[in-house]
C-alpha cells in the first residue's frame, strides 16, 4: 500500500480514537486535590496505537517512520497549544547524525613478545569496533596493564597511581571494583570514563578483556555478531570545538590473548583476575609491544530531530526556569535477522508508552486553568537506543539557557503490562527529588521499592543521566516488582517482558497493554513536575551525593 495513502487511514482511525477517548476511561482523583486533572486512559492507548503500528517500521533514528512520529507528536503539540522550543520557531530541533561502519579488512593486530611477532585473528583474538568521532586509529606501543583502569580518588581507589602510561597502550579489566555502589560502579566501570582519564595521562592506546564475571554473563566470543554494527553519534555544530583529548587505537581481547601477555609478563593471568573479582589488582608494564590498526567508513551527515514544546509557567521570574519531562521517541527499526517472518520492532512498551505518557501530562497541563509557575519542556528524544544521543546533545545544546534547566523527569519503557503498585525511582535518593517523590507516590498510594536489577546499572542507561551529567537534578521512575491488587507479580511479567519481549518484534500491539496504569503512572510523573514546577527553590543535590560532586558545576 503507498504509505501516504496509509499515513491518511492512521491519521482517519486514530481521530475516531481519540475523539472515543474524550469521554473514556479516566483515573479518578476523587481522592486527590480537585486541582489534579484526568488522565485518560484511552488517549494514552490512541498514541500508543498510532507510535506502534507497522507505518512507522519501528521509528529508528534517521528513517521515515522516525520522522512520521516526530510530526506527530509536533502536531499534538501545535493543538494543545504548546510554545515551539526547537529550531527557527519550530518544534524540531534537528540533530546532525553520522554512522561509522567498521573496514574489517583493515582491522589489524600484533603482538611482539622477545622480538617475535604474533598476529592476532580478527575476530577471533580480538575485536575492534567503528567510530564516528575517532573514525581511524594506528598506533604501537608497549602495554601497560592498569588493574580496572579507575581513577576514584573520593573511594580511596586509584588503578593509575605509580604507572607511567605517556605514550602506552593501556589494558584494562572490564566493568569496575563490586566493592563500589553499583550506580558509582556503572560510571567507574564505563570505557568512556576509562578512556577520557587514560587520555588525559598521555595514553595512546586502549585495550580491554573481560573480568572473569563478565566473561560468563557476556563472552568475548558474542562479540562476533557485531562484526557489521554501524555506530552513531551526533556530530558537533559548526563552530563548536572539541578539545577533549581522545584515544583513537582501542580493541577488546580475548581471554587466551590475555594469558600470552601476562605469561610474557612472569604473570599468572588466572590469579591477577581472580583477585580482581574481589578487590584490585597492581598495575605493571608487561614488556609486551602491540599494534592495534582499526578504520572506519563515515555516512554522509543526516539529521533526526527532538521534538520539544513548552508549557509557558505563570509567575514572572520562575516561568524563565525550566522543568524537563523526556521520553525518546525512537526505537530499533527493522531486524535484519528475524527469527520469524515479522521483522518489524515497533516499540510499543519501548518506548511509545512512555511517549504516550508525557503527552497525556501535556495535555493536563494544556487544559487546565491553573498553570505551573515555572516552565515545563516536553522533550521527546531521538536516538536513546544509539547511545542516548538525541538527550545528550539537547542537553549539551540546549534550546534554552542551560542553566535555567533545574530539573529533568524521565520516562522510558514504563512496563504497562500490569496494574503496578509499587515503583523504582531512580536517582531520587540522591538529590530534593526524593522527597518530592516520597510525597507523590503517598498520594496516589504507590511504594517505593529498591533497584530490584542493581547490577544492570540502569541509573546510567537512559536519557536522564545525560541530565546528570550537566550537574542537572534527574530522577526516572519504572514500574515495580510487587504484587497487584489482583495478585499479579509484577516482578515476573518485568522479567519475562525482558527475557521474551524486549528489542524484538513481540514487543507490539499484540500484548495485553494496561492502559489504565498508563494513566496512573501519567498522573504520579505529573504529581512530580507539578510539585518541581511550582517550588519555592529549584532542586539541590544532596550534600556530598557522587553525582552532584561530579557532575554539578
Known sequence: MNITTKLRMSFSALALVTLAACTGAQVDNAASDSSTPDFSANRIEADITFLADDLLRGRDTGSEGYRIAANYVAAEYARLGLKPAGDDGSYLQEVPFQKAKLDQEAAAMSLVIDGEEKVLAFPDDFYVGSDVRAPGGDETGDIVFAGYGIYAPELGHDDLSGLDLDGKIVLVISGAPTSFQTEIRAHHGSSTTKRAELAARGAKGFLTVNSLSNEKRRPFSRLKKYVDYEAFDWVMPEGEGNEQRMISASA????????????????????????????????????????????????????????????EGSDP???????????????????????????????????ATGVAVMMEVARAYAQSDVKPRRSILFAAVVAEEKGLLGAEYFAHFPTVEKASMVANVNLDMPILLYDFSDVVAFGAERSSLGPVTDEALAEIGLSLSPDPMPEEGIFTRSDHYRFVQQGIPSVFLVTGWGKTELGEDGGAIFREFLGKTYHSPHDDLTQAINYEAGAKFAKVNWLIVNAVANADERPTWNDGDFFGKTFSK
Open 252 to 311: 577488546t581481547i580475548s581471554h587466551d590473548v590475555a594469558k600470552t601477555i601476562f605469561a610474557a609478563a612472569g604473570k599468572s593471568f588466572d590469579e591477577v583476575m581472580n583477585e580482581a573479582e574481589t578487590g584490585a589488582p597492581e598495575g605493571f608494564a608487561t614488556g609486551v609491544v602491540t599494534h592495534i590498526k582499526r578504520e572506519s567508513v563515515l555516512s554522509d551527515v543526516f539529521n533526526s530531530p527532538n521534538v520539544l514544546g513548552v508549557i
Open 317 to 351: 521570574v520562575l516561568k524563565n526556569e525550566y522543568v524537563i519531562l523526556s521520553a525518546h521517541l525512537d526505537h530499533i527499526g527493522i531486524s535484519l535477522h528475524p527469527k520469524g517472518d515479522d521483522k518489524i520492532n515497533n516499540g510499543a512498551i519501548d518506548n
